[in-house]
């Protein structure tokens, strides 16, 4: 059963799409009010749940990151119904899945938010199978809220899957591998006061997309869920624009 609002959602527009992906262990809720916001600007807009999550951990723990793939695939395939135009938007692992995913299907552009070129050096990484058959879970630390009325409510898992973290770093190495063959417009847009994601990580994924139109767009008041967080309509306001000028460009052509 999915948690009371981290529900999916599909707001009906025009025929440009915008293809929204959570974070890991979080949900479609991240992305809602960005969604809302696209929405009211006329687009099609899609948030999706990743593959098990929005739920309960255990069904993230069977998940590897094949399965949260195929979760982005089929928001695509459902708004290609119905678009002529779609962009990929992520926050975090969602960028990540977004970043991989414009390197193997034709989209319209690419826009990311939060996201880990590599997970930081962590003394247990390196043994986090054989963690996973003694421990199936640790505790999240404290968050780096930036907006405590939006995390309040927020929802996601409190605690990281172990095998949920091995997937996600051999999902990492899959989007490294994949960014020089991404060659749709990108934009990344990254917190200077993230304290999980450092800044460095948007600098490096820049250097290496494969795209000739990419640019960071940096925000300076938010934590790492930039979507619920004081900078959001910075981030929203810039997206917007980035679509616009990717539609009036391809227009032009």
Not at 34 to 42: A, I, K
Not at 59 to 88: H, P
Not at 149 to 167: C, L, R
Request: hydrophobic residues 40%; contains cysteine; glycine residues 8%.
């Amino acid at each position: 059963m999915i948690i009371p609002t981290a529900e999916p959602f599909l707001f009906p527009g025009n025929r440009y799409g915008c293809l929204l992906v959570h974070g890991f262990t979080g949900a479609p809720k991240e992305m809602r009010w960005m969604g809302e916001y696209l929405r009211d600007q006329g687009y099609t807009v899609l948030g999706v749940r990743l593959a098990g999550h929005a739920t309960k951990i255990e069904d993230m723990m069977r998940m590897q990151w094949q399965d949260w793939l195929a979760s982005v695939e089929d928001g695509y395939q459902l708004l290609k119904g119905c678009t002529d135009n779609i962009f990929v938007v992520g926050l975090s692992m969602g960028g990540i899945l977004s970043l991989l995913f414009s390197s193997l299907y034709p989209v319209s552009g690419v826009i990311t938010m939060s996201v880990p070129y590599e997970l930081p050096d962590d003394p247990r990484l390196p043994f986090a199978k054989v963690l996973s058959l003694v421990i199936n879970k640790v505790e999240k630390g404290p968050p780096d809220w930036h907006n405590p009325e939006a995390a309040k409510d927020h929802v996601e898992y409190p605690y990281f899957p172990i095998k949920g973290v091995i997937q996600l770093r051999e999902l990492l190495a899959e989007m490294r591998a994949a960014l020089p063959k991404v060659k749709a417009p990108a934009l990344v847009i990254q917190s200077r006061q993230d304290e999980g994601v450092l800044p460095i990580n948007a600098e490096k994924i820049l250097a290496a997309l494969g795209s000739t139109d990419k640019q960071i767009f940096w925000v300076e008041n938010s934590g790492h869920v930039i979507t619920r967080e004081p900078d959001r309509f910075l981030a929203f306001d810039k997206t917007n624009e980035f679509i616009k000028r990717v539609l009036d460009n391809k227009s032009r052509l």
